[in-house]
């Protein structure tokens, strides 16, 4: 027969194992939950090549004389539409053999070294075009600045989740 000790710490941990998945469990409001990922509209929509060129400017106080330097700049490194990068075909992946992946793969890393390697040589042109002064400020920008210039990560087209 168990002893009356062992009932009372098994109702205990029962008890607490469910106000723990109480706790961890969202909660929602009259709409219930959100879409996965949020709603679209949260996503702030990416400035333009005129904001970001106005930016860069302003930045580095260039010149009237450098403008086109840095609208070139600004052209060469704008983020692709999200509408014009591919968009990945989860029936074709799935029938193809792994060597048939990895050329893909292949391509793909081609094209995005393709894509770096304009964005470098637009990156020198411009560079070139600047002051000692304005150089140490562009140089001083962090990474993360420098990336919404050159257009973020090479257009290798949206993950999507099974």
Same mark, same amino acid.
């Given at each position: @027969?168990?002893? =009356?000790?062992?009932?009372? *710490?098994?109702?205990?941990? +029962? ?11 969202? @909660? ?11 709603? &679209? %509209?949260?996503?702030?929509?990416? =400035? %333009?090549?005129?904001?970001? +060129?106005? &930016? ?6 260039? #010149?009237? %004389? ?14 692709? $539409?999200?509408?014009?990068? =591919? ?8 029938? /193809? #053999?792994?060597?048939?992946?990895? $050329?893909? @793969? $292949? +391509?793909?890393? &081609?094209?995005?070294?393709?894509? /770096?390697? &304009? ?8 560079? *070139? *075009?600047?002051?000692? *002064? ?21 257009? /290798? ?6």
């Amino acid at each position: @027969m168990p002893r =009356p000790a062992a009932i009372w *710490s098994g109702v205990v941990l +029962a008890a607490a194992c469910a106000a723990t998945a109480l706790a961890a469990e969202p @909660m929602h409001g009259p709409g219930g939950p959100p879409p996965p990922g949020g709603p &679209k %509209s949260e996503r702030p929509e990416p =400035p %333009s090549n005129e904001q970001r +060129a106005a &930016k860069l400017k302003a930045m580095l106080q260039l #010149s009237p %004389s450098q403008g086109a330097a840095a609208d070139a700049f600004v052209v060469a490194t704008a983020p692709p $539409d999200p509408e014009d990068l =591919p968009k990945p075909d989860r029936e074709k992946l799935e029938a /193809m #053999s792994t060597p048939e992946r990895l $050329d893909q @793969m $292949d +391509a793909m890393h &081609k094209e995005a070294e393709q894509h /770096m390697a &304009k964005v470098e040589a637009a990156t020198r042109a411009f560079y *070139s *075009s600047l002051t000692p *002064s304005q150089k140490a400020a562009f140089d001083a920008l962090p990474p993360q600045t420098m990336m919404g210039f050159a257009g973020g990560p090479p257009p /290798m087209g949206p993950r999507e989740r099974p």
